[in-house]
């Protein structure tokens, strides 16, 4: 039988130079990457730029010369060269896109094409209507004023979430939110609805069924409570005498409400002309008893949880104190407070405001 031929095997030395020949690619690999890829690609002097890519403007023609801006000239072709083969221009996710000083083309890439946007910080404070709200969170997102407005006071927008336009200020928790720039009207209020959701919880659900109220009922009276006083100790007394007149069927007199009514936050004195103006309107809590429709404003957590609370008084009444502290006088006699209001009215008077 012939003997079979043996295989050459590898010397030391061939092995030797094979690793060094590796070892080279390897390097010379690295370098092209980091010179390619890696190394920083931006050529703005700031510390970051912020790219723009609007929802309709979300195009190769719109999209690739605010790239060129930010990358020096042969990163610019190296993007387009991954823009290429991955598609890119096929799939622009539009949005807010924070780039940093140093960014390597990779980076730039990465963000872009993997949609990771920079969130915009909204802080949601008191809005008094629902135009001081869209007014707002238009001038932060890429919808209009105007595109917000028309949803929330839309019902057929509402229903999905089961509230009316009415209703729909008792669901903005005033907070600080990140959201992102691109984020539509639906969008906005769906999480908006899922921020409320989240802060009802089991615990403030539960002191409202104390009380026998509903959410949105608990956020109509804070939103009184809200415009009525900006001392934070005074509000439990303050939403007790709501309560109270509510468990009475007393209507709630509340001042705030004809001024939502009218439209004009800035009146000082509420007098029977101006109640007698808004006979018509539901916000009227001199002529309808019960609660109005909905919240004459976004209420802080504060006056929420200062409702939640429950107090118990015997308070029906509360006037403003005649030295203009900002402080109340409680009562819970028609007499008690006919004097406390006649003090009042007696400052007013003698500061001649009408």
């Avoid at 028609?334 to 009042?344: C, I, M, P, T």
């Amino acid at each position: 039988m012939a003997r079979k031929p043996k295989k050459n095997k590898p010397t030391k030395k061939a092995n030797y130079w094979g690793s060094i020949m590796l070892g080279l690619l390897s390097l010379l690999f690295a370098v092209f990457s980091y010179t390619i890829f890696l190394r920083p690609a931006t050529n703005f002097k700031n510390e970051e730029i912020t790219i723009l890519i609007p929802t309709e403007k979300a195009t190769k023609k719109y999209t690739k010369p605010i790239i060129k801006q930010c990358l020096h000239a042969v990163h610019f072709t190296t993007f387009l060269a991954l823009a290429d083969w991955f598609g890119y221009w096929e799939k622009i996710k539009p949005g807010k896109y924070t780039i940093e000083k140093g960014t390597s083309v990779f980076g730039v890439f990465r963000k872009l094409y993997g949609g990771r946007q920079t969130p915009i910080k909204i802080i949601l404070n008191k809005f008094r209507t629902k135009k001081d709200l869209a007014n707002y969170v238009g001038g932060k997102l890429e919808c209009s004023t105007n595109d917000i407005y028309k949803y929330i006071t839309s019902k057929d927008s509402l229903e999905s979430i089961g509230i009316s336009p009415e209703e729909l200020l008792s669901i903005i928790i005033p907070n600080t939110y990140e959201i992102y720039w691109n984020t539509n009207p639906r969008e906005f209020i769906e999480r908006m609805q899922k921020e409320s959701d989240d802060f009802w919880n089991d615990t403030r659900i539960g002191k409202a069924q104390k009380l026998g109220l509903s959410k949105t009922e608990i956020s109509i009276i804070a939103s009184i409570v809200e415009e009525e006083t900006n001392d934070d100790n005074e509000k439990p007394l303050m939403a007790s005498v709501y309560i109270n007149r509510l468990k009475k069927n007393m209507p709630l007199g509340a001042d705030p409400t004809i001024k939502f009514a009218i439209g004009d936050f800035s009146i000082r004195r509420v007098t029977l002309k101006h109640i007698s103006e808004t006979a018509s309107s539901p916000y009227n809590t001199y002529k309808n008893k019960g609660l109005p429709p909905g919240p004459i404003c976004t209420p802080s957590i504060t006056s929420i949880d200062a409702v939640l609370e429950g107090k118990e008084t015997t308070y029906l009444f509360f006037c403003a104190k005649p030295d203009f502290s900002g402080s109340h006088s409680f009562a819970s006699t028609d007499e008690e407070h006919l004097q406390n209001a006649k003090r009042y009215r007696r400052a007013l008077d003698s500061l001649k405001i009408h």
